[in-house]
């Protein structure tokens, strides 16, 4: 059974900056794409930002220039580097992976969410 473990959340004041953290955990053979979701009360969850397995990445229009997404396969990582935050960014960060595991099955995965709160 795969995991994606988020961490790195939390309360940030305005304009201050959060590393979120998804790690796989099991036998994986492939992690290819990663992107990071948030949703926030009320509204739609949404796409942050992705990065495939060659480390191609993809940003939403808002956090282009703040956020910065990378990954480390030897860890199994992915990373979301949060700058210049703002109250508006505040949602439940989510993980999203398409992984192969060892038994040649490859299918998407979510992790269970990390809370960002930014505020004064």
């Known amino acids: 059974q795969v995991q994606l473990v988020e961490s790195g959340g939390g309360l940030v004041q305005p304009g201050g900056s959060l590393r979120l953290s998804c790690a796989a955990s099991t036998r994986i053979f492939s992690i290819y794409t990663v992107g990071w979701y948030r949703q926030a009360p009320g509204k739609q969850r949404e796409l942050v930002a992705s990065?495939?397995?060659?480390?191609?990445?993809n940003y939403a229009d808002s956090m282009k220039g703040r956020f910065t997404i990378s990954r480390d396969n030897a860890k199994k990582s992915v990373y979301l580097q949060m700058d210049s935050l703002k109250p508006e960014d505040t949602a439940i960060y989510y993980c999203n992976a398409n992984i192969q595991t060892s038994d040649g099955v490859q299918r998407d995965y979510w992790g269970q969410g990390t809370q960002v709160t930014v505020s004064s």
């Open positions: 990065i495939t397995s060659t480390s191609n990445t």
